[in-house]
């Protein structure tokens, strides 16, 4: 494929989407075919199931949640994604896999090589060549997440647990792919965050 594959991960309050605001500038600023894209979402299926999967007046089973999240990965990496890549185009991703890994596999307790599994088979085997984890307490993120002044979705509701658990599977897989994931501290002023992710692309531009 001729694009390149960058994913933002990191909990609720991170920062993900202040940071893929920046990076798309910079890099269509650097001549480059940039298109920004958030999960669940993207294509009208996804959407769709974005707003069944986050709709906090509907009961949602953990496998159940972790299936909608496949299937919504799996018809976007189908009907854009890949068209998408196969065009030389870079493709800026807010969430994929690795939110799964670390919110159904860690935070629902399912597994992360159980979750891993479902969505190998969901995206092909697709990987993004680089992965920016923004590390920022649970905490902070949930304080930020409810500064926002909107309604909470149904997992932004969940307790101190479950975003602890995320947090520790986000680390654990940082650790397992440190080439692939670069962990950058959320806590910094966004444009340090900003700075410190251009940087974590660098080798990829050159």
Request: no cysteine.
């Amino acid at each position: 494929m001729g694009g390149r594959l960058i994913t933002i991960e990191g909990i609720d309050g991170a920062g993900k989407t202040t940071l893929a605001m920046g990076l798309v500038e910079v890099l269509r600023e650097r001549g480059l075919h940039v298109e920004l894209l958030r999960e669940p979402g993207g294509v009208a299926l996804s959407e769709r199931l974005r707003e069944v999967v986050k709709d906090p007046s509907l009961t949602v089973g953990p496998r159940a949640e972790a299936l909608i999240y496949a299937a919504a990965r799996a018809q976007l990496v189908e009907e854009h994604l890949v068209p998408l890549l196969q065009a030389g185009t870079w493709v800026l991703l807010d969430r994929f896999v690795d939110s799964s890994l670390a919110y159904q596999g860690g935070g629902r307790g399912l597994g992360i090589e159980e979750i891993a599994e479902l969505n190998r088979f969901g995206t092909a085997g697709l990987v993004p060549d680089r992965t920016l984890y923004l590390r920022v307490d649970p905490q902070v993120g949930r304080a930020r997440a409810g500064d926002r002044g909107e309604a909470l979705d149904r997992l932004e509701r969940e307790g101190e647990d479950f975003f602890g658990a995320i947090a520790l599977a986000y680390e654990d897989l940082a650790a397992l792919e440190p080439d692939r994931i670069r962990a950058i501290d959320a806590a910094q002023a966004p444009e340090v965050v900003l700075a410190d992710a251009i940087g974590a692309v660098a080798d990829l531009l050159a």
